[in-house]
């Protein structure tokens, strides 16, 4: 008994702490300012533009004459995924945000000059659908400070493909290129017209002119000298940045504190963050330059954002005293020396000049660095025991108007801040979704609300109590299950369908990747020969990996003939029964509601949905891993083990082996969790059908490793083959091994944070709960497999264990609703009700922060700009479809092609050609057969040439020569010097289109 209530105390404490957490978090980035802060930057007069043909590439051009020195340059940017800029011919910056029109902020003070200069964006499409548009803005001061800015307008060119002049010599962002033959860009509208993700960095120290001066030393034999400065703060700085130039090396210190050292001399201004170490009242700054020559020069400018918003500028000028004899700026020290600082010019001042701007890293020591975390903790014990102490008075205060002991009154009471705790969880992960401003969300109202909530919830609990019914009214008797029991089921169809009909839509927008035309090779030997193989030149190559997939893929071919479509219909069925077998497995383990809840999540998950839209392995080995791992709890889930489900569980391995053979590191999992689950039962040690379903596996396993070897004896392949990532290696000791990937690629990828904070947040329960100690000792052991034993890390290769991680978290989510229920079941039924609206409000909760219907918490992830592949919806891969298919529409007889992946050129073309390949950086194949010796492509067996001579004698035979490059960097990642500037020379881009490139030497036209 006491045990049970010191739990149930436990549980009503873990709640309020947990409410407590999500307020310090809260209240953090209100108190202490935020750190990922975004922009709103400075449009007015601009347009969006893009290019007349609308393809997925947009190159813009804008000519401007300057007339005047430029003292002040720089750019706001706003584009559709991604934007390169350029000025005069030099890459200035690029910027990428997939799935978004991310904004940025650029100095070009360097790039831009007197007299004519050309502002070229380069922008690329990776999402779909819809054009490649920019916004920009391009401001400048002269040396007199007039302003002056360049907006996006028709008055801009563009083209829909990279071009050059001169033989590849002038290209098109260069001030020699003539753009008087590209079109003029349409307008598509004002700044507002499309939503505009905010720049991450501040405006306020780039777009303004500099307005401070060149000081030094009275003194002008001294060669080092410190310069300080006080500033007064009336509320907490919420921003500050301090920007430094000077002729030799300097040191800076804010409030004594150094935060930088720098070389200097560099006509830069090197801009610095120090809003975490100003403070309201008294600051110092204190920067000390040394140089080799007499009389250091200094410059400062720089500004602080108090909270309210109130912005306080501040610059060098003859306010700041200089003490010299190079005293170290970290020192505190303020002696009789001090002096004002002597100007010795105004920007841009010769001989000092423009200077160019640039963030640097500040150096916290590490005592600025504890003290923030110190800070943030005080903060959530301050807030925790505030709350805890009106948990216990509210505790008190239930217990004696309702009669309940303490322990349960404290449980209640723990339990009513669920309600306030699902509204700040939903006001955190506003925070992270791309559509919405921290700023807007990060309000007191808010904070505010989820108090309110807490106390009106309270409230609804002790009135009934304070004044009871005159009459007690009668309970209705319970419904029995009966036919309730085909609800689950009728749910279930429900979520199949709805999965389903999310997997077709748009099921062949994406063209084949080339995995995917591999496995429609193989499929398609399959259907000649009635055995998986492909051609590669004279050498008949059966397929030995991914054995099972193309007899998958065949079956809707059969039915429907060979298309994009169909061969992706078998992933689709993979898909859609995988929600069923995830409902089977929540079930076995758990209960009905966890297997519908995990099914749910099963099937709306973006990268769930993703993979069962592509024919390659993944989803069939999902698929047959859920289904194994289902077949094998059922086998050990009794004391004595079942046969039947362990040769089941068995013949499932196998296939899912043969899907891929990475499944074979799925052995380890299920051993520990079979050990896990029995515990200190080893009987099961004494099956014979365990051994010899093991056995069974290991044969399978062995069979298949020999077959692989036996069919690659007859030829012979350079280079690495990532087949053979099935067998285990020593990984952890290699250079390059990192033991953090698959936080990145699987717990912490955007639509996978949330159910790893609920599978953390069900640790304490794996003790109590067989089930779900199975799943967890399964999931972790095998991703510590995968990272320290496979060689290779993508998160394909992790993928099948994805309806885990979700079982995990619908189970944990369920059971704190169940224990939520349990408390309100001798309540009213109007309480009973909202315990049960809390309960499924955190489902809702799991639900919809794990797939993209209401949230895009693309900001979740560690890389939420440049995401993995097949992770985001609506991001195109590499599109081989378009490029294939342009090549074939103007193919004539004689005309060679070159391609990097000619199995997709003879998918979707139909045509064969040559590899080119002048520096080795993937498989080939030499043939001895035949007349002469040579080296063939991996993937059909087209001669592939590996030097510059062999490329320039074959293309001054044909008339014209095409080279399809997909993707796109495999021309310049596959050829040396000489033979990219043989292209350059020769060759001119004709298309481009998602990561792919078509480049044509017509000698006729």
């Given at each position: 008994?006491?045990?049970?209530?010191?739990?149930?105390?436990?549980?009503?404490?873990?709640?309020?702490?947990?409410?407590?957490?999500?307020?310090?978090?809260?209240?953090?980035?209100?108190?202490?300012?935020?750190?990922?802060?975004?922009?709103?930057?400075?449009?007015?007069?601009?347009?969006?533009?893009?290019?007349?043909?609308?393809?997925?590439?947009?190159?813009?051009?804008?000519?401007?004459?300057?007339?005047?020195?430029?003292?002040?340059?720089?750019?706001?940017?706003?584009?559709?995924?991604?934007?390169?800029?350029?000025?005069?011919?030099?890459?200035?910056?690029?910027?990428?945000?997939?799935?978004?029109?991310?904004?940025?902020?650029?100095?070009?003070?360097?790039?831009?000059?007197?007299?004519?200069?050309?502002?070229?964006?380069?922008?690329?499409?990776?999402?779909?659908?819809?054009?490649?548009?920019?916004?920009?803005?391009?401001?400048?001061?002269?040396?007199?400070?007039?302003?002056?800015?360049?907006?996006?307008?028709?008055?801009?060119?563009?083209?829909?493909?990279?071009?050059?002049?001169?033989?590849?010599?002038?290209?098109?962002?260069?001030?020699?290129?003539?753009?008087?033959?590209?079109?003029?860009?349409?307008?598509?509208?004002?700044?507002?017209?499309?939503?505009?993700?905010?720049?991450?960095?501040?405006?306020?120290?780039?777009?303004?002119?500099?307005?401070?001066?060149?000081?030094?030393?009275?003194?002008?034999?001294?060669?080092?000298?410190?310069?300080?400065?006080?500033?007064?703060?009336?509320?907490?700085?919420?921003?500050?940045?301090?920007?430094?130039?000077?002729?030799?090396?300097?040191?800076?210190?804010?409030?004594?504190?150094?935060?930088?050292?720098?070389?200097?001399?560099?006509?830069?201004?090197?801009?610095?963050?120090?809003?975490?170490?100003?403070?309201?009242?008294?600051?110092?700054?204190?920067?000390?330059?040394?140089?080799?020559?007499?009389?250091?020069?200094?410059?400062?400018?720089?500004?602080?954002?108090?909270?309210?918003?109130?912005?306080?500028?501040?610059?060098?000028?003859?306010?700041?005293?200089?003490?010299?004899?190079?005293l170290d700026a970290g020192s505190p020290s303020n002696g009789p020396g001090d002096e004002r600082a002597l100007t010795l010019g105004v920007y841009p001042a010769q001989p000092w000049g423009v200077l160019a701007t640039e963030s640097d890293e500040i150096l916290l020591p590490l005592r600025a660095q504890l003290s923030r975390w110190v800070r943030l903790v005080l903060l959530f014990v301050f807030v925790a025991l505030d709350l805890l102490c009106v948990w216990l008075g509210v505790g008190l205060l239930l217990s004696k108007i309702t009669g309940r002991s303490l322990s349960k009154a404290l449980l209640l009471d723990g339990a009513l801040h669920v309600p306030a705790l699902v509204w700040m969880g939903c006001a955190h992960l506003l925070r992270f979704d791309v559509r919405f401003d921290p700023d807007r969300v990060l309000q007191p109202a808010v904070l505010l609300a989820s108090l309110a909530l807490l106390f009106l919830v309270r409230a609804l609990v002790v009135l009934p109590s304070l004044f009871p019914p005159v009459r007690e009214a009668s309970r209705r008797p319970e419904r029995r299950a009966g036919r309730g029991g085909?609800?689950?089921?009728?749910?279930?169809?429900?979520?199949?369908?709805?999965?389903?009909?999310?997997?077709?839509?748009?099921?062949?927008?994406?063209?084949?990747?080339?995995?995917?035309?591999?496995?429609?090779?193989?499929?398609?030997?399959?259907?000649?020969?009635?055995?998986?193989?492909?051609?590669?030149?004279?050498?008949?190559?059966?397929?030995?990996?991914?054995?099972?997939?193309?007899?998958?893929?065949?079956?809707?071919?059969?039915?429907?003939?060979?298309?994009?479509?169909?061969?992706?219909?078998?992933?689709?069925?993979?898909?859609?029964?995988?929600?069923?077998?995830?409902?089977?497995?929540?079930?076995?383990?758990?209960?009905?509601?966890?297997?519908?809840?995990?099914?749910?999540?099963?099937?709306?998950?973006?990268?769930?949905?993703?993979?069962?839209?592509?024919?390659?392995?993944?989803?069939?080995?999902?698929?047959?891993?859920?289904?194994?791992?289902?077949?094998?709890?059922?086998?050990?889930?009794?004391?004595?083990?079942?046969?039947?489900?362990?040769?089941?569980?068995?013949?499932?391995?196998?296939?899912?082996?043969?899907?891929?053979?990475?499944?074979?590191?799925?052995?380890?999992?299920?051993?520990?969790?079979?050990?896990?689950?029995?515990?200190?039962?080893?009987?099961?040690?004494?099956?014979?059908?365990?051994?010899?379903?093991?056995?069974?596996?290991?044969?399978?396993?062995?069979?298949?490793?020999?077959?692989?070897?036996?069919?690659?004896?007859?030829?012979?392949?350079?280079?690495?083959?990532?087949?053979?990532?099935?067998?285990?290696?020593?990984?952890?000791?290699?250079?390059?091994?990192?033991?953090?990937?698959?936080?990145?690629?699987?717990?912490?990828?955007?639509?996978?944070?949330?159910?790893?904070?609920?599978?953390?947040?069900?640790?304490?329960?794996?003790?109590?709960?067989?089930?779900?100690?199975?799943?967890?000792?399964?999931?972790?052991?095998?991703?510590?497999?995968?990272?320290?034993?496979?060689?290779?890390?993508?998160?394909?290769?992790?993928?099948?264990?994805?309806?885990?991680?979700?079982?995990?978290?619908?189970?944990?989510?369920?059971?704190?609703?169940?224990?939520?229920?349990?408390?309100?079941?001798?309540?009213?039924?109007?309480?009973?009700?909202?315990?049960?609206?809390?309960?499924?409000?955190?489902?809702?909760?799991?639900?919809?922060?794990?797939?993209?219907?209401?949230?895009?918490?693309?900001?979740?992830?560690?890389?939420?700009?440049?995401?993995?592949?097949?992770?985001?919806?609506?991001?195109?891969?590499?599109?081989?479809?378009?490029?294939?298919?342009?090549?074939?529409?103007?193919?004539?007889?004689?005309?060679?092609?070159?391609?990097?992946?000619?199995?997709?050129?003879?998918?979707?073309?139909?045509?064969?050609?040559?590899?080119?390949?002048?520096?080795?950086?993937?498989?080939?194949?030499?043939?001895?057969?035949?007349?002469?010796?040579?080296?063939?492509?991996?993937?059909?067996?087209?001669?592939?040439?590996?030097?510059?001579?062999?490329?320039?004698?074959?293309?001054?035979?044909?008339?014209?020569?095409?080279?399809?490059?997909?993707?796109?960097?495999?021309?310049?990642?596959?050829?040396?010097?000489?033979?990219?500037?043989?292209?350059?020379?020769?060759?001119?881009?004709?298309?481009?289109?998602?990561?792919?490139?078509?480049?044509?030497?017509?000698?006729?036209?």
């Amino acid at each position: 008994m006491e045990t049970h209530r010191g739990r149930s105390v436990l549980f009503g404490a873990a709640a309020v702490v947990a409410f407590a957490a999500l307020v310090a978090l809260f209240l953090w980035p209100i108190l202490f300012g935020s750190s990922s802060q975004r922009y709103a930057l400075d449009f007015e007069g601009a347009c969006w533009i893009t290019t007349v043909g609308q393809t997925p590439h947009g190159y813009f051009a804008k000519e401007i004459v300057v007339s005047d020195e430029v003292s002040r340059a720089w750019l706001n940017v706003a584009a559709s995924d991604s934007v390169e800029v350029y000025l005069n011919g030099s890459r200035m910056a690029s910027d990428t945000f997939v799935s978004l029109n991310g904004s940025a902020i650029h100095d070009l003070t360097r790039g831009i000059r007197p007299g004519r200069n050309v502002l070229g964006l380069h922008v690329e499409r990776r999402s779909f659908p819809g054009p490649p548009r920019v916004l920009a803005k391009l401001s400048y001061t002269d040396s007199s400070g007039c302003l002056f800015t360049v907006p996006t307008d028709s008055t801009w060119s563009s083209s829909s493909v990279e071009e050059t002049q001169a033989r590849g010599s002038i290209p098109w962002h260069s001030a020699s290129f003539d753009h008087s033959g590209w079109n003029r860009v349409v307008v598509e509208g004002p700044p507002s017209r499309f939503e505009i993700f905010g720049s991450p960095v501040s405006p306020h120290l780039l777009a303004e002119p500099i307005r401070a001066s060149w000081m030094g030393c009275p003194d002008p034999s001294v060669s080092a000298a410190s310069f300080s400065r006080s500033l007064l703060l009336n509320s907490r700085a919420t921003e500050a940045k301090i920007g430094v130039a000077s002729t030799g090396t300097f040191d800076v210190a804010v409030n004594d504190i150094l935060v930088a050292r720098n070389p200097g001399g560099d006509r830069t201004l090197h801009v610095y963050d120090v809003s975490a170490l100003l403070r309201p009242g008294a600051n110092s700054i204190r920067i000390g330059v040394a140089a080799s020559e007499p009389n250091p020069a200094l410059l400062v400018q720089g500004y602080i954002e108090e909270q309210g918003g109130s912005v306080r500028r501040f610059q060098s000028d003859p306010s700041w005293r200089v003490l010299p004899a190079g005293l170290d700026a970290g020192s505190p020290s303020n002696g009789p020396g001090d002096e004002r600082a002597l100007t010795l010019g105004v920007y841009p001042a010769q001989p000092w000049g423009v200077l160019a701007t640039e963030s640097d890293e500040i150096l916290l020591p590490l005592r600025a660095q504890l003290s923030r975390w110190v800070r943030l903790v005080l903060l959530f014990v301050f807030v925790a025991l505030d709350l805890l102490c009106v948990w216990l008075g509210v505790g008190l205060l239930l217990s004696k108007i309702t009669g309940r002991s303490l322990s349960k009154a404290l449980l209640l009471d723990g339990a009513l801040h669920v309600p306030a705790l699902v509204w700040m969880g939903c006001a955190h992960l506003l925070r992270f979704d791309v559509r919405f401003d921290p700023d807007r969300v990060l309000q007191p109202a808010v904070l505010l609300a989820s108090l309110a909530l807490l106390f009106l919830v309270r409230a609804l609990v002790v009135l009934p109590s304070l004044f009871p019914p005159v009459r007690e009214a009668s309970r209705r008797p319970e419904r029995r299950a009966g036919r309730g029991g085909a609800v689950p089921w009728i749910l279930l169809a429900l979520l199949m369908a709805a999965g389903l009909v999310l997997r077709l839509n748009g099921l062949d927008t994406m063209s084949l990747s080339h995995d995917e035309i591999s496995m429609v090779q193989n499929t398609q030997g399959l259907l000649q020969s009635g055995v998986p193989f492909k051609e590669i030149g004279p050498i008949r190559k059966p397929l030995t990996t991914y054995e099972v997939v193309p007899y998958s893929i065949s079956v809707p071919v059969l039915l429907f003939g060979l298309s994009d479509f169909s061969c992706r219909l078998h992933s689709v069925f993979w898909g859609t029964v995988q929600i069923g077998l995830l409902f089977l497995l929540g079930r076995a383990l758990f209960n009905r509601a966890t297997g519908l809840l995990a099914a749910a999540l099963q099937a709306f998950h973006p990268w769930c949905i993703l993979w069962s839209q592509n024919a390659f392995y993944p989803q069939m080995t999902q698929a047959l891993t859920t289904l194994t791992l289902l077949l094998f709890f059922k086998a050990v889930e009794p004391p004595s083990l079942r046969p039947k489900y362990l040769y089941g569980s068995a013949a499932a391995f196998g296939l899912t082996y043969l899907s891929w053979e990475g499944s074979g590191f799925l052995l380890v999992p299920l051993a520990l969790a079979l050990a896990s689950f029995k515990g200190t039962d080893f009987s099961w040690m004494r099956s014979k059908h365990l051994w010899g379903s093991l056995g069974a596996v290991c044969l399978v396993v062995l069979l298949q490793m020999a077959r692989r070897t036996f069919y690659q004896a007859p030829y012979l392949a350079l280079g690495g083959r990532i087949a053979e990532i099935g067998l285990p290696s020593l990984f952890f000791l290699d250079p390059m091994y990192d033991p953090y990937v698959y936080l990145r690629l699987f717990f912490f990828m955007e639509n996978n944070f949330v159910p790893t904070l609920v599978l953390l947040a069900g640790t304490p329960f794996i003790l109590n709960s067989k089930p779900l100690r199975f799943l967890f000792v399964f999931l972790a052991t095998h991703m510590f497999v995968m990272t320290n034993f496979l060689s290779v890390a993508s998160n394909r290769y992790v993928y099948p264990v994805e309806p885990f991680l979700l079982l995990i978290a619908a189970a944990v989510c369920l059971h704190y609703g169940g224990r939520l229920k349990a408390l309100f079941s001798e309540t009213s039924g109007d309480l009973r009700m909202a315990a049960g609206l809390c309960s499924l409000s955190l489902c809702l909760l799991l639900f919809f922060a794990s797939n993209t219907t209401v949230f895009k918490l693309y900001l979740l992830s560690m890389s939420p700009f440049s995401p993995p592949t097949l992770v985001r919806q609506n991001v195109c891969w590499i599109d081989y479809r378009s490029a294939c298919t342009y090549v074939k529409s103007l193919y004539q007889e004689g005309d060679v092609v070159f391609s990097a992946m000619p199995h997709a050129t003879l998918y979707y073309a139909g045509i064969r050609g040559y590899g080119l390949m002048t520096l080795p950086g993937k498989t080939m194949v030499y043939r001895t057969e035949g007349p002469t010796p040579l080296f063939m492509d991996k993937y059909v067996g087209d001669p592939l040439l590996t030097s510059f001579a062999e490329f320039r004698n074959l293309t001054a035979l044909a008339r014209r020569v095409w080279i399809l490059a997909a993707p796109s960097s495999s021309v310049a990642g596959l050829n040396d010097e000489e033979t990219l500037r043989y292209i350059s020379e020769h060759f001119r881009m004709v298309f481009e289109g998602y990561n792919t490139r078509v480049y044509l030497w017509d000698k006729g036209g």
